[in-house]
């Protein structure tokens, strides 16, 4: 691909699914009609569902796609050295070649995968787990792909891609816990894990958050809009805290 300009790439990014505003919203809005409405209501006299062999299916899945994507990001030029290193914006450059439309089409398969992980709370749902599906659940689940949404379409910077790629490493640890877990056998070993899944996405929201505030220092030229990742990842570490002391450890209070 030669040089094209930001509107060429514009129009390119927007031609894939779910960059333009209404379909998103509407998978928005329809996530949280099944959260809050129909899934209670369709469940409210009905036995829980099994879906074993379902969750478990899903979770390959995400381990397999979350991998692939993250191998790709290193041949996109991504490495772990680079988390603190600010990178300017093809936006501001004037110019985008075909490394930059693979990392706009990296973040929009990102989003994709994170729009696929609505499914989990369709799952606690038919299996009557109302307990799981907690403000931190959906709030996570919506403002993760909402805010990547946002990057994609005004910047699609290389800034924004690390975000990605970090969360999908995390991901295929917290899916691979997820399986060894639905195994009868497994649950001896994997019930000490938990803890130590949780600090490990509470680590994660500590390094991105400092990644988005180095994004915001004088003389990095990336997008402003890292200020409302800052305030997302403030929001969710809160959150993410809270769980942690109230689950692991109860004497504590916040």
């Given at each position: 691909?030669?040089?094209?300009?930001?509107?060429?790439?514009?129009?390119?990014?927007?031609?894939?699914?779910?960059?333009?505003?209404?379909?998103?919203?509407?998978?928005?809005?329809?996530?949280?009609?099944?959260?809050?409405?129909?899934?209670?209501?369709?469940m409210?006299?009905?036995?829980?569902?099994?879906?074993?062999?379902?969750?478990?299916?899903?979770?390959?899945?995400?381990?397999v796609?979350?991998?692939?994507?993250?191998?790709?990001?290193?041949?996109?030029?991504?490495?772990?050295?680079?988390?603190?290193?600010?990178?300017?914006?093809?936006?501001?450059?004037?110019?985008?070649?075909?490394?930059?439309?693979?990392?706009?089409?990296?973040?929009w398969?990102?989003?994709?995968?994170?729009?696929?992980e609505?499914?989990?709370?369709?799952?606690?749902?038919l299996?009557?787990?109302?307990?799981?599906?907690?403000?931190?659940?959906?709030?996570h689940h919506?403002?993760?792909?909402?805010?990547?949404?946002?990057?994609?379409?005004?910047?699609?910077?290389?800034?924004?891609?690390?975000?990605?790629?970090?969360?999908?490493?995390?991901?295929?640890?917290?899916?691979?816990?997820?399986?060894?877990?639905?195994?009868?056998?497994?649950?001896?070993?994997?019930?000490?894990?938990?803890?130590?899944?949780?600090?490990?996405?509470?680590?994660?929201?500590?390094?991105?958050?400092?990644?988005?505030?180095?994004?915001?220092?004088?003389?990095?030229?990336?997008?402003?809009?890292?200020?409302?990742?800052?305030?997302?990842?403030?929001?969710?570490?809160?959150?993410?805290?809270?769980f942690?002391?109230?689950?692991?450890?109860?004497?504590?209070?916040?």
């Amino acid at each position: 691909m030669s040089k094209i300009s930001w509107e060429e790439r514009n129009a390119i990014v927007r031609s894939w699914a779910f960059t333009t505003p209404y379909p998103i919203f509407s998978v928005f809005a329809i996530y949280l009609w099944i959260v809050y409405k129909a899934g209670p209501k369709f469940m409210q006299n009905r036995k829980p569902y099994n879906l074993t062999c379902v969750t478990r299916l899903y979770n390959i899945y995400q381990i397999v796609a979350c991998l692939c994507a993250t191998v790709k990001a290193f041949e996109y030029g991504f490495s772990f050295k680079h988390l603190w290193k600010c990178f300017d914006e093809p936006k501001y450059v004037g110019y985008l070649d075909e490394n930059d439309m693979n990392i706009n089409f990296y973040l929009w398969w990102f989003i994709v995968l994170r729009l696929s992980e609505f499914l989990e709370t369709i799952f606690f749902i038919l299996r009557k787990k109302f307990n799981q599906v907690s403000i931190l659940h959906v709030y996570h689940h919506i403002s993760v792909p909402f805010l990547l949404w946002i990057f994609m379409i005004n910047s699609g910077g290389r800034m924004e891609l690390y975000l990605a790629i970090l969360n999908s490493v995390v991901h295929v640890v917290m899916y691979g816990y997820y399986f060894l877990s639905s195994f009868q056998k497994y649950q001896k070993y994997t019930i000490f894990a938990k803890p130590f899944i949780t600090a490990i996405q509470i680590a994660q929201l500590s390094v991105l958050l400092i990644h988005s505030v180095v994004a915001l220092l004088p003389g990095c030229n990336a997008s402003w809009l890292f200020i409302f990742q800052v305030i997302n990842f403030l929001i969710l570490i809160f959150m993410f805290l809270k769980f942690y002391f109230k689950s692991y450890l109860k004497s504590t209070k916040l």
